[in-house]
């Protein structure tokens, strides 16, 4: 069974505290005996015997024999252990973690995943996508990613499911050639302090082809409504550090405001209204991004451009100019 840091610190702690007031104890009696507790009850018990009070002293000698041997120092260590315990949980707790030997440095990196971050990955609220085209001029685009669709492979791949948004430039950077360069961060908003990255390369794996569908069956994926692919990274690299700066946040609950879009949009589609669909505005977010990177002559992205202008899109306005569905 192993035990957290803080744990071990505070029982540590709590030895110490233990050794040190119990050899303070045994100093003052060997020093001054007559401060002794047991030499205090003697000398009061006699006290009073000499002063004709014998029925009193016989009760107190009774009592100390009934009593146990338990000092006021036995009982200021045993508080001085529950507050140190108190005061890590709740106080400080971060700090000792801090002296654990994984996190004693500001930033440690690995090859591949650590095991020892596996559960703790899996349990993160929330986590950003990094993505960035070749081009010098282009811009790095950074989005947030909430809800339990997440999910690691081994320690040097992990997924997570793409939703349809506002825009598609993971999926375009990662479709540029060369590209494919993508990194992660999780924050730990609870709890010890700690920020994790995965740097690597992605490959999409697009909703309604073979790949996807042979993914999702062999890894068990719970699919929902809007999922537009399924990003699958190969990580060379990852890294921690300590997150000392980051503040505290309490989780309350995910939002399903995306969810019940998407599912109106899907629900649209069903109907036959397929210019105002789900898959019509998967493909016209695509299709911006791609255009963009039409504009540097990438190859790749001027072919899937010429495939949405071709006739099985001429219901979904992809043959048209570019235009976004309307607001419900």
Not at 108 to 136: D, N, R
Not at 205 to 227: I, M, S, Y
């Amino acid at each position: 069974m192993t035990f957290p840091p803080e744990f071990r610190i505070a029982l540590s702690l709590g030895v110490a505290q233990f050794l040190f007031l119990n050899g303070l104890r045994a100093s003052i009696t060997r020093i001054t005996p007559e401060l002794n507790p047991e030499s205090i009850i003697n000398a009061s018990a006699t006290s009073l015997a000499g002063s004709g009070l014998e029925r009193y002293a016989s009760q107190i000698a009774e009592e100390d024999t009934q009593t146990p041997k338990v000092t006021y120092l036995s009982l200021v260590m045993l508080v001085l252990v529950v507050v140190t315990w108190c005061f890590m949980e709740i106080g400080c707790k971060e700090t000792f973690y801090a002296l654990n030997e994984e996190e004693n440095k500001m930033g440690k990196f690995y090859e591949t995943i650590p095991p020892t971050l596996y559960t703790w990955i899996l349990t993160q609220k929330i986590f950003w996508v990094a993505t960035a085209p070749l081009s010098g001029t282009g811009h790095v685009n950074v989005s947030p990613k909430g809800g339990p669709y997440f999910g690691l492979l081994d320690n040097r791949t992990f997924w997570y499911l793409d939703m349809t948004g506002s825009g598609s430039e993971t999926i375009s950077h990662i479709y540029e050639p060369g590209n494919g360069r993508v990194t992660i961060m999780f924050n730990a908003f609870e709890g010890p302090p700690r920020i994790v990255r995965l740097w690597g390369k992605g490959r999409v794996l697009e909703n309604g082809g073979k790949e996807f569908a042979d993914f999702v069956e062999r890894n068990h994926v719970q699919l929902v409504t809007g999922t537009r692919s399924i990003i699958v990274v190969d990580v060379h690299q990852a890294g921690s550090s300590c997150g000392f700066s980051v503040p505290f946040y309490e989780f309350k609950e995910f939002r399903e405001t995306l969810l019940e879009y998407n599912g109106r949009k899907e629900k649209k589609y069903k109907e036959g209204n397929e210019g105002e669909s789900f898959p019509s505005l998967l493909l016209v977010l695509i299709r911006y991004n791609i255009e963009t990177l039409a504009d540097s002559d990438n190859r790749v992205a001027s072919n899937k451009l010429s495939e949405m202008r071709s006739p099985k899109f001429a219901n979904t306005g992809l043959d048209r100019s570019l235009h976004l569905p309307k607001r419900e």
